[in-house]
Nanobody
């Protein structure tokens, strides 16, 4: 069983940066694929970025070139570096760990981009 705790959200002005962290407890973190999702009010949850156990990454078109996902297996943590933030990035951001049939979610962290 993997438990995930996100942190690092907050209020930032347009053009600013934030780094989200997702700390995992439990065994086998390095074997899990990890992802960040987000959900804005009235919208469906959408995939933002993924990173495989081998370190390969993929991004939604809306965040390419601005967001970077990374992982530190020694710290059981995955990160989302968000630069050049826009108001439309405002959402609750969720961390996900997936391995075969298993999928685990964190509780989410709010990111608000506003002047």
């Amino acid at each position: 069983q993997v438990q995930l705790v996100e942190s690092g959200g907050g209020l930032v002005q347009p053009g600013g940066s934030l780094r989200l962290s997702c700390a995992a407890s439990g065994s086998g973190f390095a074997r899990y694929g990890m992802a960040w999702y987000r959900q804005a009010p009235g919208n469906q949850r959408e995939l933002v970025a993924t990173i495989t156990s081998g370190g390969s990454t993929n991004y939604a078109d809306s965040v390419k070139g601005r967001f970077t996902i990374s992982r530190d297996n020694a710290k059981n943590t995955v990160y989302l570096q968000m630069n050049s933030l826009k108001p439309e990035d405002t959402a609750v951001y969720y961390c996900n760990a997936h391995l075969g049939p298993w999928s685990h979610w964190g509780q989410g962290t709010q990111v608000t981009v506003s002047s």
